[in-house]
C-alpha cells in the first residue's frame, strides 16, 4: 500500500506468474537501499526487488538464487546502505557492488537460522535476534558466540525484537524485555511494576521523545531509556491500544508514529498528541472521562477546579479527588472569585453566590433591584482594585457595582436598542480602562479614574479598529508586553494601547482558527486562541500551530471564553467536556518536509503510472483530453488537510495559485504546447519549503492543428470561394425571386403581428388593474402605521399628557414601533423592486452553511428570549459536506425571516429547532417550530405579497406580509429553493434548499 496524506493505493510487488496464484502473498517486511529501490519480503514467495528508476519487478525464490528461504521475516537496511535479508533459514545481503549473497554458512554455529530482527551499533557489529537466542556478527570476524538473555538451554530465547539506544542493545523476547550492555556484555531485565506480566513482544522503536517503544500481542508499551522505568499513560495505565496485537512501529519524516496491527489495521499518533489529555491525576483523568456535555466556564484554583456547565457548578478538590456538583437555573457563563474570596456565579438567569460554611449557592440580585432590573443573563464578572464589580449583561450593557456602598451604574443600558442586535461580547480590566468589545459596533474603553465611556478612537486610532473591518467582536483577553488582543471576524487583532499600533494575524499569517470565541495568555507567554475548528497558539517568536482533534483535542469546538490554567495544567472546555493541555510539552514546529506531484490524471483518468518511486519529471497530455488535474503531496502527516499547495504553470499564468483546502491542481482545454508546472508544498503549520518541484507538460495537438493540415486546408478553401464566386452571379435571379416571396411571407406575419399585440394591449390592462389593486394594499400598510404614530404625536403635542409621562412615553414607544414597522416594509418593496428588475447584486461565494445558520440562530435569539421561546441548533454530522455557494448576507436576511416567524407563532417557553440535512446533492436547512400550523387555504397564497392568514390569532402577531414572498425570491436567486410542511395543531416546518458545491 501507498499512502500520500490523502489516499491509499495498493500497488502490485510481485510477478505475473505470481500474482495469479489464488493466495494473496503476504508482505511483511519492506526497505528502500540507496538507489531508492524498493525491496519487499514476503511469506513464502520470496523476496522482490522493484527498481526505483523503471518500476521493473525482480524476484528472488530461492530455487535459482542465494535466498536463504522463501518465507522473508525482516528487511534491514544497516550504516553502509546494505540491505540485510533474514528468512526462516538463514541471512542474506545485497548491495548494489557484489549484489545478492549469502551470509550464514553451514560451518557456522548458530542457536537458530529463523531470524526475527536486526540491529547496528555505532561500532558496525549487527546484531541478529534468532528463534533461539541472540548473535553479532562483524564484517571482519564474522559471527560471535551466541547470547542468550534468560540463560543457556531455556525455551524462552525466542528474540523478537532488537532496537539500538545509546549504543546499548534492547532486546525483547518472548517472555520479556532486556536492555543489553555491549561493553560490560551484560543483561538487565525491564520489568513492569508489581510483577505484572509483559505480553509477547513483537516490535521495539524509539518514539519521538526518546522513549523506547514495545508493540506486544496486547498492545503498546513506554519505556524510559535513561532511568529503565516503564511510563504511565493515560489515565495511569502502562499499555495504549490493548487488546491490539501490534506488529510494526514507523516514525516517518514528520514525526508521525504509525503502528501496524496484526486484524486491526493502521494505527497512527501525531507529535503534538502527548501535550493534550495527559495528567498525573488519575480522579482528574476520570473525572475528564465522565463528562460529555460541553463545559461552558472554568475556575483553576491551587487545590481545584470548578467547572460550569449547563444547568449546573461542579466542584473538583485535587486534594480530596472528589466532585461536588450543584444545579443551576439555566446556562453557566462565568466563574470568578472575588477579591474578598466569595465565588461569583453568573448565569443566563442572574448572579449566585457560594458559601463556604453551608456549601451551597444562593441568588445575589443586589445589582438589579439596585437599578430596578429583572434578573437576567450576566455574561462575565471582572472585579477591580476600588472595590468596582463589572457585570457584563450582554445585550444590557454593563453594570458597575460599588461593593461598598452598593450604588449601581448602568453603563450602555440601550445598545441593543441604539443597533439591533448588538451587545457587549466580552469585557477586559487593564490598568487605565475597562476594554468592551461589542458585537457590531465596535470597542468602548471605560476610563477608570471618570468612569464615563471615550471613544477608542481617542486611545488608538486605526483602521482595524473600526467596526466596518473587524465586524463582529468575540473576546479580549490580556497579552505579553501590555498588549491587548481582540477577536474579529477578520482574524485577531493584537492592540498595544502603550504606542497606539495594532497589528492583525489572520489567516495569511498562519491562524486556522474560524469563528473565534476566545483568546488566553499562558504562564510561557504563548496566546491561545480558542475557536470553533479547534486551538490556534500565538508563540513569543510570532509562529502560529493550529491544534484539533488529530493532535489529540476531544472536540474542535471550543466553548466561549471557557478557559482556565493552574500550576497543574491548562484547561479548555469544549462541547465535548474538558480539555486538558499541558503547553510545556508541545513540540517546537517542524520544519517543511519532502513534497512531490505524485499523480496526474487526464478527464479523471489515471495518466501516470501508480507506484512512483522517483519524482515525476514530464507527461505527455494527448489532443484528445479536456481536463489535466495534477495531484500534491506534502509528506507532512500530521495532519494532511492542514498541507497547503503554491503552484503555477508557465505558458499559461506567471501568478502563483494557493490551494488551501485541497490537493488536486486542475486545468482545461490547455492549448496545443510546451508548459512547465511548478509547486510548491507547506507542512501542517503552513510553513512552506524551499524546494520547488517541477513537471513538464506537452500538449499534443489535434490532427486539424498540424501546420500540414491546416495549409491543406487553406488551399481546399481557396478553391471553393472561387468556385461560389463563380455561381453567385448565376443565382442573382433566384434570389428576386425569393424576395418576392419573402414580400408576401412578411406580409402575412405583420397580420399575425397585429393580432398579438392587441393581445399584449388587453394583458397590459390586466396588469395596470394589478397595479391599482398593489397600490391599494400598500396605501393600506402604509396608513396603519403612520395613522398610529400621527396619533400618538398629536397627543404628545396637545399638551394634554405632559404630567403623566407614563402615557406619554407609551405613546412614544408606539410611535417608534410604527416607524420602525414602516421601515422594514419599505425596505422589504425596495428588495422585491430589485428583484423583479433583476437589479439586485448577489456576492456568490463558498461558505460554511453550518457557520452561517449559527451565526443567525445567535443574531435571533434576543428575539427569542423575548418572547421566551428558545432555539435549538442540532449539529450536523462530522462527515456531512456543508458548503454552498451563496450570498452570505442574503441567506442571513431568509433566516432572519423564517426564523423570526418560527419564533413569532410558538408558544410561550416553546422550541424551535434548527438543524442541517443532505439531500443526495442538495443541502437543506429545516428550521421547525411547535406553533398553531397554517391553514389549508392559506398554504396555497402563503408566499404571495402582503399575503397574510385572517384568522385572529394569527393576525394579531403583526408583519407586513412581505418576509417570505421575499425569501422566496431571494432562495430562487441564489439557485435554492423555499418549501414547507404544516399540520393544524401541531406546528410547521421550512426547508431551505441549496446546491451543494461540486
Sequence with gaps: MQFDGYQFQQQPLLNKTLTKLKSVPDIDAIAFDRQNNLWAGSWGYGLAKIHADSGKIELFDGTSDALASPFVQKLFTDQQQRVWVGTTEGINRYDEISGFSRIDQQSDNLPSRRIWDFAQTTDNTLWIATSAGLISWQEDKGFAEPLFPHGSGSADNVIRAL????????????????????????????RLPDQQALPVINVLSTSVDGNLLIGTFNGIYSVDPANRVFIKRFQQ??????????????????????????????????????AFQNTTDPALATLQSNITAPVLSLLAEPDQLWLGQHGSVSRYSHTSQQVQQHSMPGRVNVIRRAPDNVIWVGTDNGIFHYDNTTSQFSRFASPYTAIGLAQQNARDIQFIADHTTIINLWNNGVLLVDNQTGAVRHLLADISQNMVGDAIQAMLVTADYIWLASRLTGLYLIDRQTMAIVPITTVINSLLLSPDFTGQLTCLAHAPDNTVVACSEQGVLRISPDNGAVRLIDNDAGLFGKSLVGAYTDKLNNIWVMSTTGLDVIKPDGTVAHFDQVDGLRSNEIMFTAVAEDQHQLYFGSDA????VAPGQLLQPLPAVAQAITKVTFDQKPATASGLLTPLESVTVPADVSRIAFH????????????RYLYKLSGYDDNWQQLNNSNIASYTNLAPGTYTLYMQASNNQQLFSGEISQLTIEVQPHWWQRKTIQALFLLTITGLLSYLVKSHVSKVHQVNTLLEQAVAERTTELEHSLKKQQQAYQELQQLDLMKDQFISTVSHELRTPLTSISGALNLVLSGSLDDKQDKKQHLLQIAASNSQRLTLLINDLLDLEKLSASQMVFSMQPHDISAIVQRSIAENSPYGHKRQVSLCYIPAPDNMATIALVDENRLLQVLANVLSNAIKFS?????????????????????????????????????????????????EQ???????????????AMQGDI?????AGKGTTFYLTLPLQA
Design 163 to 190: 532496537q539500538v539506544i545509546d549504543n546499548e542493545l534492547w532486546l525483547g523476547t518472548s517472555r520479556g524485555l532486556f536492555v543489553y550492555q555491549p561493553e560490560k556484555q551484560r543483561f538487565s531485565r525491564i
Design 237 to 274: 495505565h502502562y499499555v495504549e491500544l490493548e487488546h491490539i496485537n501490534v506488529r510494526t512501529f514507523f516514525i516517518d519524516k514528520s514525526q508521525v508514529t504509525w503502528v501496524g496491527t496484526r486484524e486491526s489495521g493502521l494505527f497512527f499518533k501525531t507529535r503534538q498528541r502527548g
Design 577 to 580: 467536556g474538558l480539555e486538558l
Design 632 to 643: 500534491f503531496a506534502s509528506f507532512d502527516f500530521n495532519n494532511p488537510a492542514r498541507n
Design 907 to 955: 408558544p410561550e417557553q416553546g422550541e424551535v429547532k434548527i438543524s442541517l440535512q443532505q439531500q443526495s446533492t442538495n443541502l437543506i436547512i429545516a428550521i421547525a417550530d411547535e406553533g398553531p400550523g397554517i391553514a389549508i387555504e392559506f398554504q396555497q397564497r402563503i408566499f404571495q405579497r402582503f399575503a397574510q392568514e385572517n384568522a385572529s390569532n394569527t393576525r
Design 958 to 972: 403583526g408583519g407586513t406580509g412581505l418576509g417570505l414572498a421575499l425569501s422566496q425570491e431571494l432562495m430562487h
Design 979 to 983: 418549501t414547507f410542511v404544516s399540520e
